[in-house]
């Protein structure tokens, strides 16, 4: 029995590592992040996020990998969510009340710089798609 070779890319390609990025970039602007918005939901200096729009590193350090899967799962639930484009961009920035918020947009406690906190908004969000029944 033969078994044939996976065709995706490795996570640590120079072609991974770009689309990556580039995924990340139409989420930021999507969302109306600014510069120092998206350099701290990828955990790393404005010059380096500079750096990497031109010329993203192969591999990407894990640290930066597990924000971008907590942002792209963040993204994909909020379309899930609410399938308007509009309101599922909007929703980041707008007051929310559920007990991890206290009030605050999502998106300030995003930006604390702790990846903890991004997974507590990524599981925010899949509950509310799952519901606890």
Do not use: C
């Not at 890319?9 to 999507?30: D, M």
């Amino acid at each position: 029995m033969v078994i044939a070779a996976s065709k995706t890319p490795e996570l640590s390609s120079q072609p991974a590592a770009a689309a990556a990025l580039r995924a990340f970039f139409r989420i930021a602007q999507a969302w109306q992040l600014n510069a120092e918005e998206s350099a701290t939901l990828l955990g790393v200096p404005r010059s380096t996020m500079f750096r990497w729009k031109n010329n993203p590193p192969a591999p990407l350090p894990r640290d930066v990998l597990e924000r971008l899967s907590l942002v792209f799962g963040i993204y994909k639930a909020l379309q899930v969510l609410l399938p308007v484009p509009e309101l599922a961009d909007a929703w980041p920035r707008k007051p929310n009340d559920a007990p991890p918020f206290g009030g605050h947009p999502a998106l300030k406690f995003m930006l604390s710089g702790m990846t903890s906190d991004l997974y507590v908004v990524r599981s925010y969000l899949d509950a509310q798609r799952g519901g606890w029944t």
